[in-house]
């Protein structure tokens, strides 16, 4: 099963990190996606371009809707022409499995 197909489960606090090794391999499905810390908290991010605010708005309000559904959300960054994306799990100050899946399901709504 891809990521996109899998469903996120609920996360509580103490669920288990995942590893640097299981990063590796998850990052090989979103593979436009990178790795990145803020304040000692792994993150997911990706740019998006567009070619002006409003198909940026209209992306930033289809990845809100999807959030709601899967209960998971991320930062969102909308400005002229771009959405930054930030996945993190807040519960765990880190990354979970349900952070790739998000990711992956955010390129979906492209």
């Known amino acids: 099963m891809s990521l996109c197909e899998a469903t996120c489960e609920v996360c509580r606090i103490g669920a288990p990190l995942v590893t640097a090794e299981e990063a590796q ?3 090989k499905e979103i593979p436009e996606w990178r790795l990145i810390e803020v304040e000692g ?7 998006f371009t ?5 198909e940026a708005l209209a992306f930033t309000n289809r990845v ?16 002229w022409g771009k959405v930054t994306v930030t996945w993190w799990t807040h519960k765990i100050n880190g990354l979970h499995k349900n952070d ?6 955010t390129d979906a709504v492209l």
């Open 50 to 54: 567009f070619k002006n605010f409003k």
């Open 100 to 105: 790739f899946i998000c990711a992956a399901k």
């Open 64 to 79: 809100g809707e999807m959030a709601e559904q899967e209960g998971h959300h991320p930062g969102l960054l909308t400005e």
């Open 41 to 47: 908290i792994g993150q997911l991010e990706r740019v």
């Open 25 to 27: 391999e998850l990052l």
